[in-house]
Nanobody, 128 residues
Framework: QLQLVESGGGLVQPGGSLRLSCAAS????????IGWFRQAPGGEREAVSC????????YYVDSVKGRFTISRDDAKNTVYLQMDSLKPEDTGVYSC?????????????????????WGKGTLVTVSS
């Protein structure tokens, strides 16, 4: 079964950190660009960060630049999102997606149906 599984979400205080993981099973991530997306309660899904397949190029939306870091470990078939200096507005369900034959920036702005694989998401709550 081909799937992406996110983990690492939870409740954290403002200013805290979390590391999310996106693990693939049933297929290898080597040839896929990976993106992290989030959906706040009552809001629309938005891109957070993306990473390229072979070149490792990264892209961040302005609201997370300098605070979030995306990385990939193809040996572990996993992509990570390190989130530091978290703010209440970072609260939401974080999901990862995979797509082949795309640039890193295009990956972040691909419509949901254009992705090859989606995970079910992990909830991040930033609150005191």
């Amino acid at each position: 079964q081909l799937q992406l599984v996110e983990s690492g979400g939870g409740l954290v205080q403002p200013g805290g950190s979390l590391r999310l993981s996106c693990a693939a099973s049933g297929f290898t991530l080597d040839y896929f660009a990976i993106g992290w997306f989030r959906q706040a309660p009552g809001g629309e899904r938005e891109a957070v960060s993306c990473i390229g397949a072979s070149d490792g190029k990264t892209y961040y939306v302005d609201s997370v630049k300098g605070r979030f870091t995306i990385s990939r470990d193809d040996a572990k078939n996993t992509v990570y999102l390190q989130m530091d200096s978290l703010k209440p507005e970072d609260t939401g369900v974080y999901s990862c997606a995979a797509r082949t034959f795309t640039t890193v920036q295009a990956m972040c702005y691909t419509p949901p149906l254009g992705m090859d694989h989606w995970g079910k998401g992990t909830l991040v709550t930033v609150s005191s």
